[in-house]
Nanobody, 126 residues
Framework: QVHLIESGGGLVQAGDSARLSCEAS????????MGWFRQAPGTEREFLAA???????????IYADSVTGRFTISRPRAKNTIYLQIFNLKPEDTAVYYC????????????????WGQGTQVTVSS
């Protein structure tokens, strides 16, 4: 069982930056593929970024095309913790941001993830 705890959301102004954190609490020492999604009211859950981890190559990130250049995912080596740095926030970034983990390879598809956090609200005011 994996428990994911997100933090870093809140009310921000357009143009600001924000950093979201997600820590995976687990009884095992294995590494998980981890990613970020978001969901605005009335919309489907949207993939943002994910990162696999290999003891050999480190963290390998993948991004949705819509956020490339403005969102950065990072993962300290050998830790089940990920961060999402968001630059130049826009009102359309307002959503609940979810962290997810998979026992397999991290992908862009929500159905591939086994564990989900409760989400953290990010509200961007114009």
């Amino acid at each position: 069982q994996v428990h994911l705890i997100e933090s870093g959301g809140g009310l921000v102004q357009a143009g600001d930056s924000a950093r979201l954190s997600c820590e995976a609490s687990t009884r095992t020492r294995r590494s998980y593929g981890m990613g970020w999604f978001r969901q605005a009211p009335g919309t489907e859950r949207e993939f943002l970024a994910a990162v696999a981890f290999s003891a050999f190559s480190g963290a390998t990130p993948i991004y949705a095309d819509s956020v490339t250049g403005r969102f950065t995912i990072s993962r300290p080596r050998a830790k089940n913790t990920i961060y999402l740095q968001i630059f130049n926030l826009k009102p359309e970034d307002t959503a609940v941001y979810y962290c997810a983990a998979t026992e397999n390879r991290a992908t862009m598809f929500a159905s591939d993830y086994d564990y989900w956090g409760q989400g953290t609200q990010v509200t961007v005011s114009s």
